[in-house]
């Protein structure tokens, strides 16, 4: 069994002129909780779509479980839960009625966790959809992804909507609960301090290009803002290995650089500079400076 | 104090401009050239010197085409826009709009109104001008029914606005404020049998315009009250009722609401719930409307003819309902939450199909129930002679046709309306604006075809025509359903039971038309002709049609599911 439980190959997907997703390749490790980042329109629902077989891929390859989600779609969404960030739940039925019609599908569902969640998440089983708010409708959409215990949870934009404290003691306890059962998460999500607090593994989306993809840790040790203070004002903006990002001017100059080893200081050293500060950039920085890259 | 500004007429022309250009534009055009098509070939096919029709069955017709018309009108003005993504809803964008309330419910409510009666009124001049004939006849709807339009089309939208609650009530209401109008228009054009024209059909007098005037402006008033209220968010009616109603129910369905026995009854409840019960509760409301409107000597005849068009209409209306995923037209896809749930293609499409030919069955037992109630009381009530009469017509109208007075007849008439919904169904199932727009073209296209071939071309060469065209319909249904099953089947999309099922019913269904129409089928052979013998394709072809949507449709939904 591949340790992957989702692979994602070069996937290209244009849509008339957008390209949507360009040669995308990611891997999403069994048991993590995997973030998918990038800014609106950065390809990240259209590659959640390619995940549960709603796209056929143009070019490249998708496995979830191993299987292909398009040729065989239950098999493969039989073990998933699916949290849209679409308002997508049938606006006729009742909370008590999605979770019985839902119920049918999966054979793991558990009536006592589907009545837990709905109690955590304050929702009456008997109120119309069409009569819950923004937030009650995200916690019911995530009602009908958890309670059948799926051992893979994609949610797309989950935060979208949830004020942010049900975002925090709710949305994050559960994503970590879920995890430390062993099971995947994936979820996408453009509020990068969230992803940064609930995320074992990155991918950052831009473009319809994966820019970046890495354990967080990985990314935090790999990339420093350091700020390099001249005995002179360089007559040309100065440069550095690695550097993804440029700021300041005069004689203190501020960058953001990946693969930190040695040859930052070294080249600062070459210029007559020295290095004043050296800190961990946040996820959101880190970011930035890959997209303007 | 607020100032009160008079607001320009630019700005109320600007509003109109916008509702037509965001709202109309190409539905209404659309509709425009659809009604003038069809009115045209219709009027063609019905003139006395069309050569064949008796006069019963060409006032039939112009009823027909009046109807057609007026659904065609109506649905080119449905306000779609101003629902949600559900249809359930307003969207309350447009109460946001910096607009008074007087005008946003004209926006919504006249202008509707007006391009109503235009519309007509372009049909009908579009229509005399094809058919020159028509001019001559007093039959053709021209100024009475332009108003009439108008003043239903004001009716429904100003209904439409008004936010009640619970939906029993809103029922009441809506068949109120139609119910006026409808009995006042009805006594007008009723003459002594449907269809034959009366005096407002063509012209309309002073006092009947300041009544269908009064109308108008008592749907605008009600129009506006109801935007005031949606406007505050506050809805009219009895929400407490409501939800005592709602609870009521709800305690009631407990007792039947335990765990689905499988996938499959969960997804037939979900169609069905959604929207197969549409049609047959619609078809109840109407007959019940009809039956309390109708005047008492034209109730049985009219009610006769009513339940035999419910019985070949309704299947394509529930087709086109149950084939279609989502309420916006400019993006037919399936939606995102059936297209997530760990459902196959094939079952999906399979259980649609069934949720439809459940809906069709249901509206056939609402509207032959209705009929009997009917009777029934009419034979209650002493007026066993009209009872009698109705059931006569009705069985005179199966003996026209052909088929209907044996049991052959009713699975003939199981099998159109199978076919024609599970047809519709799949194509509205494959998502394709494209797809839906060949439906709604190829009939028409085929028509025109054949009419215009009929009248250029001399009989010989026409009479080939027909058997050439016999020949390629009939092998083009046998190829295109052995095609359905061979693509399914390579992609997996069919267990092998579907063609048992399919190869049995359709050489089980071969061969009894085989048996009853021997005679013919001997006929034609003896004639000795290719060509003739082509016919004896059409028979097939037309029954494979009946199986095609158990391979269509999975393919459909597939298509329309993995873009």
């Given at each position: 069994m591949s340790d992957h439980i989702i692979e994602i190959d070069q996937l290209s997907r ?5 390209t949507a997703l360009d040669d995308a390749t990611i891997r999403v490790p069994r048991g993590l909780v995997f973030g998918l980042v990038g800014e609106?329109?950065a390809g990240k629902t259209t590659m959640i779509k390619h995940i549960l077989g709603l796209l056929k891929a143009e070019h490249g390859a998708v496995r979830v479980f191993g299987r292909d989600p398009v040729a065989e779609p239950v098999a493969v969404l039989a073990r998933l839960g699916y949290l849209s960030e ?16 839902t119920?049918?599908f999966y054979p793991g569902w558990d009536?006592?966790f589907a009545?837990?969640l ?20 995200v916690?019911?959409g995530l009602l009908i992804a958890l309670a059948h215990r799926p051992e893979l949870l994609v949610l797309d934009e989950p935060s ?7 975002r925090r003691?709710i949305l994050e306890a559960i994503i970590r609960t879920v995890a430390d059962e062993g099971r995947t998460i994936l979820f996408s999500s453009h509020l990068l301090d969230e992803v940064e607090r609930v995320s074992d593994r990155v991918a950052m989306l831009h473009q319809g290009r994966v820019v970046l993809e890495d354990d967080l840790e990985e990314i935090k040790n790999d990339h420093r ?17 690695g550097?993804l ?12 650089c990946t693969g930190i080893d ?18 961990v950039p946040t996820l959101d920085e880190i970011f930035?400076a890959w997209r303007?890259a | ?262 996938q ?72 995102l939450?059936?297209a997530s749930r760990p459902v196959s293609d ?145 992609r997996r ?65 597939a298509?329309?599911r993995h873009r």
């Amino acid at each position: 069994m591949s340790d992957h439980i989702i692979e994602i190959d070069q996937l290209s997907r244009r849509f008339g002129s957008k390209t949507a997703l360009d040669d995308a390749t990611i891997r999403v490790p069994r048991g993590l909780v995997f973030g998918l980042v990038g800014e609106n329109g950065a390809g990240k629902t259209t590659m959640i779509k390619h995940i549960l077989g709603l796209l056929k891929a143009e070019h490249g390859a998708v496995r979830v479980f191993g299987r292909d989600p398009v040729a065989e779609p239950v098999a493969v969404l039989a073990r998933l839960g699916y949290l849209s960030e679409d308002r997508c739940l049938p606006q006729w039925m009742r909370v008590d009625e999605l979770m019985r019609y839902t119920k049918a599908f999966y054979p793991g569902w558990d009536d006592d966790f589907a009545t837990q969640l709905c109690e955590t998440f304050e929702l009456d089983p008997r109120q119309k959809i069409r009569s819950l708010s923004r937030g009650q409708h995200v916690r019911t959409g995530l009602l009908i992804a958890l309670a059948h215990r799926p051992e893979l949870l994609v949610l797309d934009e989950p935060s979208s909507g949830l004020d942010p404290v049900v975002r925090r003691d709710i949305l994050e306890a559960i994503i970590r609960t879920v995890a430390d059962e062993g099971r995947t998460i994936l979820f996408s999500s453009h509020l990068l301090d969230e992803v940064e607090r609930v995320s074992d593994r990155v991918a950052m989306l831009h473009q319809g290009r994966v820019v970046l993809e890495d354990d967080l840790e990985e990314i935090k040790n790999d990339h420093r803002r350091l700020t390099l203070r001249f005995q002179e004002s360089p007559a040309t903006p100065p440069d550095l290995p690695g550097q993804l990002r440029r700021e300041g001017g005069g004689l203190e100059w501020t960058f953001l650089c990946t693969g930190i080893d040695g040859t930052q200081e070294r080249a600062a050293n070459e210029m007559g500079a020295r290095f004043v500060a050296e800190q961990v950039p946040t996820l959101d920085e880190i970011f930035l400076a890959w997209r303007d890259a | 104090m607020l100032e009160r500004k008079a607001l320009p007429i630019s700005t109320v022309a600007a509003v109109m401009a916008w509702e037509f250009w965001s709202l109309g534009r190409r539905r209404i055009l659309s509709a425009l050239v659809g009604i003038g098509c069809l009115n045209a070939l219709l009027y063609r096919l019905v003139t006395p010197d069309s050569g064949g029709l008796p006069e019963t069955a060409q006032l039939n017709l112009f009823v027909a085409i009046f109807l057609a018309d007026a659904v065609l009108i109506a649905l080119s003005l449905v306000p779609g826009r101003d629902f949600d993504e559900n249809g359930q809803a307003f969207d309350t964008r447009a109460f946001l709009l910096p607009l008074p309330t007087w005008l946003l419910a004209a926006s919504k409510i006249f202008f509707p109104t007006v391009t109503a009666g235009l519309m007509w009124l372009v049909v009908s001049a579009f229509t005399l001008a094809v058919t020159p004939g028509a001019a001559t006849g007093p039959h053709w709807p021209l100024l009475g029914p332009a108003l009439v339009a108008a003043t239903f089309t004001a009716a429904g939208l100003a209904f439409f606005w008004l936010p009640l609650h619970p939906w029993p009530l809103r029922v009441i209401v809506g068949i109120g404020m139609l119910a006026g109008p409808m009995a006042w228009t009805s006594n007008r054009f009723a003459g002594p049998e449907i269809g034959r024209a009366t005096r407002m059909w063509v012209s309309v007098s002073a006092t009947e315009l300041a009544t269908l005037v009064g109308f108008l402006t008592a749907a605008f008033a009600i129009a506006i009250y109801g935007t005031v209220h949606a406007r505050r968010g506050t809805t009219l009616g009895f929400s407490n009722l409501g939800q005592q109603l709602e609870a009521r129910l709800h305690r009631m369905r407990q007792g039947v609401t335990g765990a689905f026995r499988s996938q499959t009854t969960a997804q037939l409840w979900f169609e069905w719930r959604e929207k197969g019960w549409i049609v047959p509760a619609n078809a109840v409301m109407g007959l019940i409307m009809f039956v309390t409107m109708a005047d008492e000597n034209e109730l049985l005849p009219l009610l006769s003819k009513l339940v035999f068009l419910f019985l070949l209409v309704m299947p394509l209306m529930i087709g086109c309902l149950m084939g279609r995923f989502s309420q916006s037209s400019r993006d037919p896809a399936i939606d995102l939450f059936r297209a997530s749930r760990p459902v196959s293609d094939t079952e999906l499409a399979h259980t649609i199909l069934k949720a439809g030919a459940l809906s069709v069955i249901a509206t056939w037992i609402a509207a032959i129930s209705a009929l009997g109630a009917v009777f029934a009381l009419l034979e209650l009530t002493g007026s066993g002679g009209q009872a009698e009469a109705g059931w006569l017509i009705l069985g005179g109208i199966a003996q026209r046709i052909g088929w209907l007075d044996s049991a052959l007849g009713a699975v003939g008439l199981v099998w159109i309306s199978w076919t024609m919904m599970a047809l519709v169904t799949t194509v509205f199932l494959t998502g394709r604006n494209l797809m839906v727009a060949g439906l709604v073209v190829f009939p028409y296209a085929l028509g025109l075809g054949a009419f215009f071939t009929s009248k250029l071309t001399e009989y010989d060469v026409n009479l080939y025509l027909f058997e050439a065209g016999a020949w390629l319909i009939g092998l083009g249904a046998i190829v295109l359903t052995m095609v359905a099953f061979l693509v399914a089947g390579r992609r997996r999309l069919l267990a092998g039971r579907t063609y048992t099922w399919a190869v049995g019913l359709w050489l089980a269904s071969c061969s009894v038309l085989a048996w009853r129409g021997a005679d013919s089928i001997r006929t034609i052979i003896d004639s000795g002709t290719a060509l003739e013998a082509g016919l004896l394709l059409l028979a097939p072809g037309a029954l494979a049609l009946s199986v095609a949507p158990l391979a269509l449709a999975p393919l459909a939904v597939a298509w329309n599911r993995h873009r």
